[in-house]
């Protein structure tokens, strides 16, 4: 199947008791056993079924397969949030003493996490000084359990070298993690590049209509973990957290998928709401007829903008002009997705004067939405970073961050053209 039938068909057969054409929600915490022997049977998992949905949901099942199906990974796991699932993907295979190597251009909750929650659990972040293959090598050793980079970063719209980040870190016998949550699978599929996992923040495109947090984790299949067992004791060691599993070996290609599932998401609960799940799965029916429409605003607003006298420079891979041109049209065909910086002359005044006149804009923090959405990402997404880490990060104080939506390109133009004549 094509992208464009697996958003509507993947992962669901119209279930067996019912016919129910839509996925049905399963808004249950636990799943009956049938004997004593039967519970033991699950417990000791000698037989496929459900237990309880901390761990496993039919529902969460749908869209787990439906993601995997399009990452073309080989399993995948629906968790709360996009943050929750970076976090299990990096605590599946590190720890204590360990440290991951990472671009420097990120979300800032990503940031945040990386640079002060994982710091205090022992597990060092190490950023680049920019996103190439070369500038981060340099930062790996033999305690690097991943390295990790945003397919096209949020809110600066830099698109990474998966290729060449993927190779290198191979050479190394090390993992690369890529956040795939700007791009969707309909316009990169980083998998096919090299990664090894892919991880999103479903809040944003794949939902697409800002009403549900989730997250989720594809794993590939393809990362050697036990031609890698010293870098990965938590992969190729007993788990005492899981019957003395060893995963690397006993569970075979899904190894990753699996402990995340069975030793983070287990033991701490950041389980999707399978009614979460529906509205996600409602959503990616539309994908990939919203991703066309949204990078077809999206260009036509750069072009605007960039044309546009008050503008100053405007950051948009599309555009001839991006530093990341080239790698827009490699890695997404010059349609780098519909975010959007932009700088406006007048500095953070004139700025602030833009964001309070737009009508149609929706002044908010999130991206991926069917409307358009601005942001001052210096005020409120990236306020945690000083001064040196925004310059790192790609960001001035007077940036604004523009996420096209999928209405009507005229009425879009036109407050953005009443918001600027109102900012002078
Ligand atoms: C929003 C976002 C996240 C975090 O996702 P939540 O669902 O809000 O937890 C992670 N990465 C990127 C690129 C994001 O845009």
């Given at each position: 199947m094509r992208d464009e039938t697996k958003v509507i068909h993947?992962?669901?057969?119209?279930?067996?008791?019912?016919?129910?054409v839509a996925v049905p929600i399963y808004q249950t915490v636990a799943y009956e056993f049938d004997s004593a022997q039967h519970a033991a049977d699950l417990f000791n998992l000698e037989v496929e079924g459900n237990i309880y949905t901390r761990l496993m949901n039919p529902t969460?099942?749908?869209?787990?397969?439906r993601v995997a199906e399009l990452e073309g990974g080989v399993g995948a796991l629906a968790v709360s949030a996009g943050s929750a699932a970076i976090n299990y993907a990096v605590l599946t295979i590190a720890e204590h003493g360990n440290n991951i190597v990472s671009t420097p251009q990120l979300y800032g909750g990503t940031y945040t996490l990386f640079a002060h929650a994982f710091a205090r659990l022992g597990i060092e972040a190490r950023f680049a000084e920019d996103g190439r293959p070369e500038s981060l090598e340099k930062l790996i050793d033999e305690k690097t359990s991943a390295v990790f980079c945003e397919s096209i970063s949020n809110p600066v719209g830099s698109i990474a070298d998966i290729e060449g980040i993927a190779e290198m870190a191979h050479k190394h016998g090390v993992p690369l993690i890529v956040d795939n949550t700007v791009a969707t699978p309909i316009l990169i599929k980083p998998i096919d590049y090299g990664a090894d996992i892919v991880v999103h923040s479903?809040?944003?495109?794949?939902?697409g209509h800002g009403?549900?947090?989730?997250?989720?984790?594809?794993?590939?299949?393809?990362?050697?973990w036990a031609k890698n067992a010293k870098r990965f004791p938590m992969m190729n060691e007993p788990e005492p957290a899981y019957h003395g599993v060893v995963y690397a070996k006993d569970i075979g290609d899904t190894a990753f998928i699996a402990r995340a599932r069975t030793v983070p998401m287990r033991n701490t609960g950041s389980t999707l709401s399978p009614f979460n799940a529906f509205l996600i799965l409602q959503g990616i029916e539309t994908l990939a007829l919203r991703m066309e429409r949204h990078c077809k605003n999206a260009f036509k607003v750069a072009n605007y903008l960039e044309a546009h006298p008050q503008v100053e420079s405007v950051n948009y891979g599309g555009l001839s002009t991006s530093p990341y041109y080239e790698?827009?049209?490699?890695?997404?065909k010059g349609k780098p997705s519909a975010l959007l910086s932009f700088d406006i002359k007048g500095g953070i005044d004139a700025g602030v004067r833009f964001f309070d006149s737009l009508k149609l804009f929706k002044r908010l923090v999130n991206i991926g939405d069917a409307k358009s959405l601005v942001a001052h990402p210096a005020s409120t997404t990236h306020r945690q970073l000083s001064d040196e880490e925004l310059?790192?990060?790609g960001i001035s104080k007077g940036t604004l961050r523009l996420c096209v939506g999928i209405e009507h390109i005229d009425d879009i133009l036109?407050?953005?053209?009443q918001a600027l004549e109102a900012a002078k």
């Open positions: 993947s992962g669901y057969e119209s279930e067996n008791s019912t016919k129910s969460n099942d749908v869209l787990g397969k479903l809040t944003k495109y794949m939902g009403n549900s947090l989730g997250g989720i984790i594809v794993d590939s299949g393809r990362f050697p790698l827009a049209k490699k890695y997404t310059i790192t990060a036109e407050d953005l053209g």
